[in-house]
């Protein structure tokens, strides 16, 4: 198993306050992604990266921002949740260049914003 | 995604019978990944497929990827009830940003 891990596993909060996701992997890849997964949508790229500071956005990055500081950790952070943002959040990442690897998957942090 | 259409949504079949999930893009794929998913839980990969007319074959599941690269298909053989869960396509589509499908739920009724 790939070496990725995601915390807070679970987190409850409330509209308007902060929230930070984070990413850890052990595994040295290149590339991180954000995704959330929600029903009737499957999974939406938020964020993604390609390098340390490297970052660019996905397809609903809107009211989320992320930072890649060193190669194993990346970072979603929620400036100020909204009840929309409820969802449960997979980081993957992978080690290869343009579609020729796979994406491995973190367990996935479920947020549920009140 | 917008990207990826993935049909149909839910499938609820006998166990024992074969089925047919599809995955389909507008646009030439690079790499068409197959990944299966438990309810409530990460994603599993299951296959990947590069070339134009490719298939590739685990166990009781077949995967095709046409010659034009932009559609695939998953098919199951005789399936059994660890067959259920969430099925994903997904494909690296435009620079490094690999997007999904919606998803297709398998119901299996022993």
């Known amino acids: 198993d790939a070496g990725i891990t995601q915390s807070p596993r679970h987190k409850v909060t409330e509209t308007g306050t902060p929230v930070t996701l984070r990413c850890h992997q052990t595994?040295?890849?290149?590339?991180m992604y954000w995704y959330r997964q929600d029903p009737g949508h499957g999974l939406r790229l938020i964020h993604y990266?390609?390098?340390?500071?490297?970052?660019d956005k996905g397809e609903v990055s809107d009211g989320y921002s992320v930072s890649r500081s060193k190669t194993e950790d990346f970072l979603l952070t929620l400036e100020s949740a909204t009840s929309s943002q409820t969802s449960v959040y997979f980081c993957?990442?992978?080690?290869?260049?343009?579609?020729?690897?796979?994406?491995?998957f973190g367990e996935g942090s479920r947020l549920t914003v009140l | 995604s917008q990207e990826l259409e993935q049909s149909p949504q839910s499938l609820i079949v006998q166990e024992g019978k074969n089925l047919t999930i599809n995955c389909t893009s507008s646009?030439?794929?690079?790499?068409l990944y197959w990944y299966k998913q438990k309810y409530g839980e990460g994603l599993i990969f299951l296959m990947m497929?590069?070339?134009?007319?490719e298939e590739k074959s685990h166990e009781k599941i077949t995967a095709k990827l046409d010659e034009k690269k932009q559609q695939s298909s998953l098919h199951i053989t005789a399936s059994q009830p660890s067959h259920a869960g969430i099925y994903l396509c997904?494909?690296?589509?435009?620079?490094?940003?690999?997007?999904f499908g919606t998803g297709t739920s398998l119901t299996v009724i022993p």
């Open positions: 993957a990442i992978s080690g290869a260049e343009r579609g020729s690897g796979e994406l491995f």
């Open positions: 595994e040295n890849h290149r590339y």
């Open positions: 990266s390609y390098g340390v500071k490297d970052t």
């Open positions: 646009k030439t794929l690079y790499g």
């Open positions: 497929l590069q070339k134009g007319g």
């Open positions: 997904g494909a690296d589509i435009s620079g490094n940003q690999f997007y």
